[in-house]
């Protein structure tokens, strides 16, 4: 009698079965080594459609070691049935594939099918972001190989035929229904850059066509986010918000450093210098950063802040 098992699977073919032949020559090693071996591990393939199917089988030994178990006795009725061992390194094989090459592709299949309007490098873009996300929880992605894993090796216990999309789907369906939320907030994610990359090579084109009517500017934050605009002789710069793309237009727009930004954008300058009271947030750092292109300078330390510094905090509004 044959212990054997069907594996089928329509994705990434190729790699389960990279993954199944290193546990069967596992296996192997391991028989020979121990001189037991109720028999060899064979992997045959065959295709049909877009499935393909690897058939794992421990085919009988050769008649010499038939005639008596490695005691000398004849052989009982449990060497010649199912090998826990077989089907423990093949459920190990399955949940290494479903977790690595199998999840790529059910993720790029969920982008697919639920993002048309993404173009093909919009949604390999977003896969990247989903993979990130994923590797980003480390204490849960050892639950997600666990379940799947576990789920595993108690349906082998008495199957002989695993499709790995019909387990998915049936028996591991919160493994999978957690890949669609991981993928969704990845589209998110990556509609949320790209909005902010379109905003910000919008500020950069609206920077480059203004011609710079001062030279050096001095912008002193305080803490409460107010803000005053001098020029190099002391006098007071005047920001005329409606010129500026980020003219207010909702409640987020007196945020201190939305106005900041929107300030440095209106006011044609050759050269911008920040005396700042408080930390600026590393989106806004970076975004003059890329707005700007090193024409933002932050005061390192100057008379003029000195004696700001000495001055009471107001608060803010």
Known sequence: MLDQLVIGTAQAAASLRQRLERELTGLSREATSQQSGPGSPRLTQHERGPWVFFVCRLEPA?????????????PGPEEGAARPELRNRLARALAAFIHGEHRLCLMQRLLARRYTHLAPDERQAVLGYA???LESQPGRERERRRLVGDRLAAYLKGAEVVLVEGFLRFRCREYVEELEQVVDRAVDEFLLDREYRDFVRLLQQFVDVQEPKLGVVHVFVDPSGSLRLVDEGGRPVDVPAAASPLAPEGPDAGEADDHLLSALVTVGARRFVLHARRPLGADTEEMLEQVFAG???TCKGCERCRRRSRRPVTPGP
Do not use: K
């Open 295 to 297: 024409r933002v300078e």
């Open 62 to 74: 050769s008649a010499g070691s038939r005639c008596a178990g490695r005691d000398g006795r004849e």
């Open 131 to 133: 993979r990130a996300r």
